[in-house]
């Protein structure tokens, strides 16, 4: 076989191993790969994606070792670079994960992926400026991305800034308007804002699109709760419990909701569920109060 014969071949045996790979059948797609190592061994595409695969399969510690062996072949390959990171970060290697993703963007200053797990990375790290930096670099170089515009947004919110968050959310939901967590998310800078009213609005359209979310229906009932309507925060309360029973915080909640409805037995039994202490007034009377577990304010 001619040099360019089995460069054909090694190209045509990587595609198929590739669609294979894409198509979710990860032991075939292994075997294919393993197939082209022997023929070529170090063959740096067939490296990158069998480490790819081997992290999909629970072997990170060899999808490591194969992707360094790639990058050593060529160092110039970013999209290798940047699948490293992944690793790294997913096996909660950050710093490392950090590293992988400047390189990359080194080779490749305009790829987008790597720009958005870099600024994920930053995030989780705690280099809050630096990730901001990156999310605006996500958005400028794919501004139709609705999931940067959504991430962009949630670190606004961190930093208090929280107009811009709301733009960020607001063009997220543009465009991908069934994207239920930038509603929720919206409805949380609503509440920062101290706008209850739309956020109730912005809660509803997140649930509209997933009831399944126990967060946005606990967060509709707070915000039912703030504005007096008790009895549609604690129907939002209940909703919050059936999907997460054990939700603490959602318990004690709901408990403050009920006494301020004048449902007092039942609020006492979810403040205790939430971690509340009941206290007797030290004169003997029938007062009591209740201390919250969960914010510890005194609730007399």
Same mark, same amino acid.
């Given at each position: ?14 595609? $198929? ?19 082209? /190592? ?8 067939? /490296? ?8 999909q399969m629970g072997n990170s510690d060899q ?153 946005? $229906? ?32 959602? $318990? ?11 449902? $007092? ?36």
């Amino acid at each position: 076989m001619s040099n360019s014969q089995e460069g054909n071949y090694i190209e045509q045996a990587i595609n $198929h191993a590739a669609q294979l790979h894409m198509s979710g059948r990860l032991p075939e797609a292994k075997n294919e790969y393993a197939r082209i /190592l022997e023929s070529e061994p170090g063959q740096p595409v067939a /490296l990158h994606l069998l480490g790819v695969l081997s992290h999909q399969m629970g072997n990170s510690d060899q999808a490591i070792k194969l992707i360094e062996q790639a990058l050593t072949v060529m160092p110039e390959y970013a999209e290798a670079h940047s699948n490293l990171g992944n690793v790294f970060r997913e096996t909660g290697r950050l710093k490392e994960a950090s590293a992988c993703y400047r390189r990359a963007l080194h080779l490749a200053p305009d790829y987008a992926e790597a720009h958005y797990n870099l600024a994920q990375t930053l995030r989780e790290l705690g280099e809050v400026e630096e990730a901001l930096d990156s999310f605006q670099n996500v958005v400028k170089n794919a501004h139709d991305f609705p999931e940067g515009h959504n991430d962009l947004g949630a670190l606004f919110l961190d930093l208090e800034r929280h107009q811009e968050a709301i733009d960020s959310f607001q063009t997220a939901i543009a465009l991908k308007p069934e994207f239920a967590e930038a509603h929720s998310n919206l409805g949380n800078a609503h509440v920062e804002m101290g706008q209850l009213e739309e956020a109730i609005q912005s809660y509803k359209r997140a649930l509209a699109i997933r009831s399944d979310l126990s967060e946005v $229906h606990a967060n509709l009932g707070q915000a039912f709760w703030e504005i007096g309507k008790f009895e549609e925060g604690i129907k939002s309360f209940r909703k919050a419990l059936a999907i997460q029973p054990n939700d603490g915080k959602t $318990h004690h909640s709901m408990g403050m909701a009920l006494l301020d409805a004048g449902k $007092h037995k039942e609020g006492l039994k979810h403040k205790r569920l939430g971690g509340g202490v009941i206290e007797f007034t030290s004169d003997g009377k029938d007062g009591f109060r209740i201390l919250g577990g969960v914010t510890g304010e005194d609730t007399r």
